[in-house]
T-cell receptor, first 112, second 113 residues
């Protein structure tokens, strides 16, 4: 069966520091991958999605970037964190040809 | 463009009573519709989806949803709510020609014993 992992689970970082969040999917190949941010426990904002290695689409211009160095690995990065980057970051995947997305456990990021 | 509206921020019901969480959507073409549930500090769990066919869709944990094309709605229902159903519920829509989901703002369900 397929499994999605995210780490770290929680992270507290100072303003101006770099960020790297990792997401990996097991048990599938060539998945579509997504990064979302959830602010204040409410609606989800799509940040990036990827349909293949090295293929990244950005939905919202901002302080963050994403990379997909391997088929089942999706990384969210920032060179300098802002206070407004605080939130709950969720990675999701969908099988090729399927419509539903499956979410990871999330990373709680607090920028101080 | 696609969007989802969940008109109720909160729904409160007594255990054993029916539960309904409302959702309306807007897409340019035909929709794929989804419901997810989120428990505190957890990721979203997939409950059910509508792709095509029967307008009544059955999902996990006794939940079901009814697709109504004329009213552009996809309300989530459960005949008898449990205290453990207390969580944040999200409706989502995707145009069949796209692969991006648009989520509603979420509805907090509280089931009291």
């Amino acid at each position: 069966s397929q499994t999605i992992h995210q780490w770290p689970a929680t992270l507290v970082q100072p303003v101006g520091s770099p960020l790297s969040l990792e997401c990996t999917v097991e048990g599938t190949s060539n998945p579509n991958l997504y990064w979302y941010r959830q602010a204040a426990g409410r609606g989800l904002q799509l940040l990036f999605y990827s349909v293949g290695i090295g293929q990244i689409s950005s939905e919202v211009p901002q302080n963050l970037s994403a990379s997909r160095p391997q088929d089942r690995q999706f990384i969210l990065s920032s060179k300098k964190l802002l206070l407004s980057d605080s939130g709950f970051y969720l990675c999701a995947w969908s099988p090729t040809g399927e419509v539903e997305q499956f979410f990871g456990p999330g990373t709680r990021l607090t920028v101080l | 463009a696609q969007s989802v509206a969940q008109p109720e921020d909160q729904v409160n019901v007594a255990e054993g009573n029916p539960l309904t969480v409302k959702c309306t959507y807007s897409v340019s073409g035909n929709p794929y519709l989804f419901w997810y549930v989120q428990y505190p500090n957890r990721g979203l769990q997939f409950l059910l989806k509508y792709i095509t066919g029967d307008n009544l869709v059955k999902g996990s944990y006794g939940f079901e949803a009814e697709f109504n094309k004329s009213q552009t709605s996809f309300h989530l229902k459960k005949p008898s709510a449990l205290v453990s159903d207390s969580a944040l519920y999200f409706c989502a829509v995707r145009d069949i020609d796209d692969y991006k989901l648009s989520f509603g703002a979420g509805t907090t369900v509280t089931v009291r014993a």
